[in-house]
């Protein structure tokens, strides 16, 4: 016979999990649908032209994040770096080289127009010491309040390890890609940006907490240690509020070698935007192969939809075990931003792009997708890096920033 105290301790159980099983049964009526429209584009030679893609032929272009200003007008910010013959080849370029510019456009899905470069090196200020001295990359811009939040990666040269290290021959690429940290920088307005009007961090907002690799890594962990999520480095930021508490959540990737290089992610959560982040222990998008080995992915853009009461992630997957087809751009969802599951068609989009003569151009590579959500969760904007040719051997400016209108509907 149940006394008294436990009738109402399972009554007050129930009132508290009854809005969870509200949204759950939510959650599983409905889902968010996707499609990607033509663009405004057309194939010369190696790189796609037209006014849905930005390009350079003086420089890389790379991926681009963008947020509506109070001024009606799209504000984007982007990779990029230069090219040439004096430039080593895009797989080497983009660690040692790359900068941070700023492009608008009147048109949330074409027409971007390049501005300034408005972050470099900060070695190009004078402070070759500085934790993002050597290169800037990854922008991640978000607005919350009446604030811009400009969420980079950065990195620094260490130098050339001393002969007692057993590191002396890592070349000068590998030690800047294994410094890469996750920064912040604030700013009122886009006008404070282009003029300079804002404080570069001193120190990064995020940074690893170990260093396990089998060799060839510089500052090791000690013999024996687990490899965090944010191991060796923390790169691709994405910040989301998270409403039912209010927190931040910062997504980020970090690598694993077992034995070879591997692609996972971690969350770090805050009371503010602007920090500071404390990193989970947990992985994230933990989905496994048939081998047990995870799923190597990267670039994760995450945001919430307002209407379905849930978190989506968009994100490349290199092998094609998170789509359940071909290598390509997923989706996940989440009821709380931690524990993710594949919805019923987790493939966001192919490697391609349909042209509004209806060509289909195939993509070698299509990455580091941001997106452009409505009021109520709704993709509007793909902007995603990309490129025709396998862009890692090249010189030249065959690489572009792709802006992709998105049809969504909820059902």
């Given at each position: 016979m149940?006394?008294?105290?436990?009738?109402?301790?399972h009554?007050?159980?129930?009132?508290?999990?009854?809005?969870?099983?509200?949204?759950?049964?939510?959650f599983?009526?409905?889902?968010?649908?996707?499609k990607?429209?033509?663009?405004?584009?057309?194939?010369?030679?190696?790189?796609?032209?037209?006014?849905?893609?930005?390009?350079?032929?003086n420089?890389?272009?790379?991926?681009?994040?963008?947020?509506?200003?109070?001024?009606?007008?799209?504000?984007?910010?982007?990779?990029?770096?230069?090219?040439?013959?004096?430039?080593?080849?895009?797989?080497?370029?983009?660690?040692?080289?790359?900068?941070?510019?700023?492009?608008?456009?009147?048109?949330?899905?074409?027409?971007?127009?390049?501005?300034?470069?408005?972050?470099?090196?900060?070695?190009?200020?004078?402070v070759?010491?500085?934790?993002?001295?050597q290169?800037?990359?990854?922008?991640?811009?978000?607005?919350?309040?009446?604030?811009?939040?400009?969420?980079?990666?950065?990195?620094?040269?260490?130098?050339?390890?001393?002969?007692?290290?057993?590191?002396?021959?890592?070349?000068?690429?590998?030690?800047?890609?294994?410094?890469?940290?996750?920064g912040?920088?604030?700013?009122?307005?886009?006008e404070?940006?282009?003029?300079?009007?804002?404080?570069?961090?001193?120190?990064?907002?995020?940074?690893?907490?170990?260093?396990?690799?089998?060799?060839?890594?510089?500052?090791?962990s000690?013999?024996?240690?687990?490899?965090?999520?944010?191991?060796?480095?923390?790169?691709?930021?994405?910040?989301?509020?998270?409403?039912?508490?209010?927190?931040?959540?910062?997504?980020?990737?970090?690598?694993?070698?077992?034995?070879?290089?591997?692609?996972?992610?971690?969350?770090?959560?805050?009371?503010?935007?602007?920090?500071p982040?404390?990193?989970?222990?947990?992985?994230?998008?933990?989905?496994?192969m048939?081998?047990?080995?995870?799923?190597?992915?990267?670039?994760?853009?995450?945001?919430?939809?307002?209407?379905?009461?849930?978190?989506?992630?968009?994100?490349?997957?290199?092998?094609?075990?998170?789509?359940?087809?071909?290598?390509?751009?997923?989706?996940?969802?989440?009821?709380?931003?931690?524990?993710?599951?594949?919805?019923?068609?987790?493939?966001?989009?192919?490697?391609?792009?349909?042209?509004?003569?209806?060509?289909?151009?195939?993509?070698?590579?299509?990455?580091?997708?941001?997106?452009?959500?409505?009021?109520?969760?709704?993709?509007?904007v793909?902007?995603?890096?990309?490129?025709?040719?396998?862009?890692?051997?090249?010189?030249?400016?065959?690489?572009?920033?792709?802006?992709?209108?998105?049809?969504?509907f909820?059902?």
């Amino acid at each position: 016979m149940q006394t008294y105290p436990s009738i109402v301790y399972h009554i007050l159980l129930l009132i508290l999990i009854s809005p969870f099983y509200t949204i759950k049964a939510q959650f599983q009526e409905k889902e968010l649908h996707t499609k990607a429209k033509p663009i405004n584009a057309v194939l010369n030679g190696a790189i796609l032209e037209g006014s849905s893609v930005l390009n350079d032929p003086n420089r890389f272009v790379w991926g681009g994040s963008v947020v509506k200003g109070t001024d009606d007008k799209y504000h984007m910010l982007y990779n990029t770096w230069h090219c040439g013959d004096s430039i080593p080849k895009f797989g080497d370029s983009w660690v040692l080289y790359s900068e941070i510019a700023y492009a608008v456009s009147d048109k949330p899905d074409r027409d971007f127009v390049f501005q300034k470069i408005v972050l470099k090196g900060a070695k190009s200020d004078g402070v070759a010491s500085a934790w993002d001295a050597q290169m800037v990359t990854n922008p991640h811009v978000k607005q919350f309040e009446n604030t811009y939040y400009l969420y980079y990666v950065g990195s620094k040269d260490p130098g050339i390890q001393s002969k007692n290290s057993g590191n002396k021959g890592i070349s000068q690429r590998n030690r800047v890609q294994q410094m890469l940290r996750i920064g912040v920088i604030e700013f009122n307005s886009f006008e404070d940006l282009v003029a300079g009007n804002f404080t570069r961090p001193k120190e990064p907002l995020l940074a690893p907490r170990t260093r396990v690799k089998p060799n060839n890594i510089i500052a090791p962990s000690p013999p024996g240690t687990t490899p965090k999520p944010d191991n060796i480095i923390v790169v691709n930021p994405s910040v989301v509020r998270r409403p039912i508490d209010g927190k931040y959540l910062m997504y980020f990737k970090g690598n694993l070698y077992d034995p070879n290089w591997r692609g996972v992610h971690g969350v770090a959560i805050s009371d503010n935007p602007s920090g500071p982040f404390v990193p989970k222990d947990d992985i994230i998008f933990d989905f496994k192969m048939k081998d047990g080995r995870l799923a190597s992915a990267e670039d994760p853009y995450v945001w919430y939809h307002n209407t379905l009461n849930r978190f989506y992630a968009v994100f490349k997957d290199f092998s094609g075990k998170i789509t359940g087809s071909e290598p390509g751009l997923a989706l996940l969802e989440s009821i709380d931003g931690m524990k993710w599951t594949k919805p019923s068609n987790p493939f966001f989009m192919k490697k391609e792009v349909t042209l509004m003569n209806g060509d289909i151009i195939k993509l070698n590579r299509l990455e580091r997708p941001q997106l452009l959500i409505d009021a109520d969760g709704n993709p509007q904007v793909l902007y995603a890096a990309g490129s025709v040719v396998n862009i890692n051997p090249r010189q030249d400016g065959s690489s572009f920033n792709i802006q992709i209108p998105i049809e969504a509907f909820v059902e």
